[in-house]
């Protein structure tokens, strides 16, 4: 059986020759070949590390503030950002950026994602996005503490002796005799336990059992029966920066004798270490 033949459109042939199909699309080498996060309480540290032909670094730390850092070719970035001194340099094509966020408003943990956008000399991209954790660290000093008598605890007596033990975690650590002048209206000078500093690093993920607590416990030497009191307090991420004074009662086996203050200063800040020679810039040589 014949079939039949079409004649051939000149019109629809020299279209087909016209187009032609696209060439592979070549890949572009992206510049970027590692990017990693670690944290210090509020401070994060990006370090990048790239390939030669970078032509710009742009991170985004998720909190509304970012870098850039635009390559120069042959010049060196990494410097000290006080003397302005040329620095230790990193390996060549590494970044070291830090930046400190802002603590949570209750002082626990909280994440950002970062973006980082690296642009190389060929006109390539490449965008990375990573979530990181933080928890807020702070170093709290209780200071020196000192007490005083607002009124004698033995009338008619000249002296008073006192003994001040102070336990950390229960364990003693100090242990303080005292005779202290009395007077009708007691003994209103400060009496200073030396030594009686103390300073730790916590948060809001330090264990119960790794957490200073702190007590006072006083005795004073009656003829016939002795009295007692004691102040203890527990570190916490949550305390704020001032002066603490507290009232305690003394007490003998039968009722309440006497009043003491027991006063000291506490410090307490936020943990956000960026090295002085931290910048968005950083050492690369082409």
Not at 57 to 69: L, S
Not at 84 to 108: D, W
Not at 190 to 218: C, V
Not at 220 to 233: A, L
């Amino acid at each position: 059986m014949l079939e039949r033949c079409e004649p051939e459109d000149p019109l629809h042939t020299e279209l087909i020759k016209r187009v032609k199909p696209l060439p592979a699309r070549k890949i572009i080498a992206h510049s970027l070949s590692s990017f990693d996060v670690t944290t210090d309480s509020v401070v994060a540290k990006a370090t990048v590390i790239t390939s030669e032909d970078t032509r710009r670094i742009f991170i985004d730390w998720g909190d509304g503030q970012n870098d850039t850092i635009n390559i120069i070719p042959g010049r060196l970035g990494q410097f000290n950002v006080f003397d302005r001194q040329p620095a230790v340099p990193l390996p060549k094509g590494t970044f070291e950026i830090y930046h400190a966020y802002a603590e949570s408003e209750n002082r626990r943990s909280f994440t950002h994602t970062i973006l980082l956008h690296v642009e190389d000399t060929n006109g390539g991209d490449d965008i990375r996005l990573k979530t990181i954790s933080l928890t807020p660290r702070y170093r709290i000093i209780h200071y020196q503490s000192r007490f005083q008598i607002p009124e004698a605890c033995d009338v008619g007596k000249e002296t008073q002796k006192f003994k001040v033990v102070m336990y950390l975690n229960d364990a003693e650590i100090h242990n303080y005799s005292l005779n202290i002048q009395n007077s009708p209206a007691g003994s209103v000078l400060w009496h200073l336990l030396e030594d009686s500093q103390l300073s730790q690093e916590i948060s809001a993920d330090t264990q119960p059992d790794e957490i200073a607590r702190i007590r006072f416990k006083f005795t004073e030497f009656d003829w016939i029966f002795n009295d007692y009191g004691q102040y203890s307090v527990t570190l916490s991420y949550t305390m704020e920066t001032g002066v603490v004074e507290q009232a305690i009662i003394l007490s003998d086996s039968v009722s309440e004798t006497c009043r003491i203050n027991i006063h000291y200063d506490r410090e307490v800040s936020l943990i956000a270490n960026i090295p002085s020679i931290a910048s968005p810039l950083a050492f690369y040589a082409p």
